[in-house]
């Protein structure tokens, strides 16, 4: 028995029906999933996915440049775990706000200081070394330089928004008093696991900080080279918690000092000063009050030494060691004496000795270029 021809074509148009309406249902809910979840839309690059158009994910990608298509006004950037090297495919995006180029291998970062409304930079885990181009960064917030090769920080006195200053794992050997001056909203400063030295010179550095902040809630982390006096790691502690107790901070104590001294022209002069104290004295040499001119002939060694080469009568006098830091000053005093043949003696010898001793007289003259 067949069916009638209009019921053939009523079911026909409900199962065209039916399969336009799931369709519409499928579409609707790739829309809905797209729309909850970053995803590669048609303004996102390459590799990467969009919260929106203007801020970018492009974690562990393998990429060593920004794709090619990102928008020129993106405000955030993620681009950690990459293979960068540098920053100079940055350098038109001005109107970053957040950058994160963590876990790279970058080593130059000049083209960031065109980046100037950077709030956030996070260059933790790279080679960087020179970090001069960071002083424009002048709306900087945070700043993580983490596991570095920083050795001289000499840039962050402009950078007054600073709240987090993150610089642990790196090669600073010291700080100067003046290194963080109008820094006055820091509330975190890490410089753990650096090769400081364990001397007063930390505690110079905090009572600094301490003039500098308008609060005292500055978190300071902080750690000692093991090789000196006080190996024992600090943790994090306020700045009001931090104070001379586990110092022991002393002015200059000489504990050898140069002896006078007599020399004859042409000889070498070597004179000793060595001092203690906490932080280690700076030491400096002077002659007949002035400051001493040093050169190829006059040299200071490392241990404070004083060597002078050839010895000229000019070289007689009064030398002074001199041993400073921050808590005093001790200075000691040496007469040096240059024995030698007077101007023009020479020339009188030669009218009244003659012979051999002529001979010998006129060798030393020669040496020491005393002839006329």
């Known amino acids: 028995m067949t069916r009638p021809m ?174 963080f001056y109008g820094l006055t909203k820091l509330n975190t400063l890490d410089i753990n696991h650096n090769p400081l030295k364990c001397d007063c010179n930390i505690l110079l550095f905090v009572n600094a900080l301490k003039k500098t902040l308008t609060q005292d809630t500055l978190v300071l982390t902080w750690s000692c080279n093991p090789f000196y006096r006080y190996p024992v790691e600090i943790h994090p502690k306020s700045l009001k918690e931090i104070t001379e107790n586990g110092f022991n901070c002393t002015s200059p104590d000489v504990i050898v000092v140069p002896e006078n001294k007599t020399v004859l022209v042409g000889e070498q002069l070597q004179l000793s000063c060595k001092a203690l104290g906490d932080p280690e004295p700076f030491i400096t040499w002077a002659k007949d009050d002035n400051d001493l001119e040093l050169g190829q002939r006059v040299q200071v060694l490392q241990n404070n030494t004083l060597i002078i080469s050839k010895v000229e009568r000019t070289d007689g006098g009064q030398y002074k060691c001199v041993a400073s830091n921050f808590f005093g000053r001790k200075s000691f005093e040496a007469i040096v004496n240059v024995n030698g043949l007077a101007e023009n003696g020479c020339n009188t010898m030669f009218e009244a000795i003659p012979g051999f001793f002529f001979i010998i007289i006129l060798a030393n003259c020669l040496l020491y270029n005393e002839i006329l």
């Open 6 to 179: 209009h019921q053939d074509a009523t079911t026909s148009a409900a199962e065209t029906f039916l399969r336009s309406t799931m369709v519409l249902l499928l579409l609707l809910l790739l829309m809905f999933s797209l729309s909850s979840f970053p995803s590669v839309t048609a303004g996102c690059p390459y590799k990467c996915s969009c919260k929106d158009e203007l801020t970018v994910y492009c974690p562990g990608q393998g990429l060593d440049r920004i794709p090619d298509n990102i928008h020129p006004a993106t405000k955030e950037l993620y681009l950690t775990f990459n293979k960068f090297m540098d920053t100079e495919s940055l350098a038109h995006l001005t109107e970053l706000q957040s950058l994160d180029l963590g876990y790279n291998e970058i080593r130059n970062i000049e083209s960031l200081a065109h980046l100037t409304e950077l709030q956030i930079l996070d260059l933790g885990h790279n080679n960087i070394r020179d970090i001069e181009s960071l002083a424009h960064l002048t709306n900087l917030k945070s700043l993580n330089l983490e596991y570095n090769k920083v050795i001289e920080i000499g840039v962050f006195n402009n950078l007054m928004n600073l709240h987090e200053l993150i610089l642990n794992d790196n090669q600073i050997h010291k700080f100067d008093l003046e290194m």
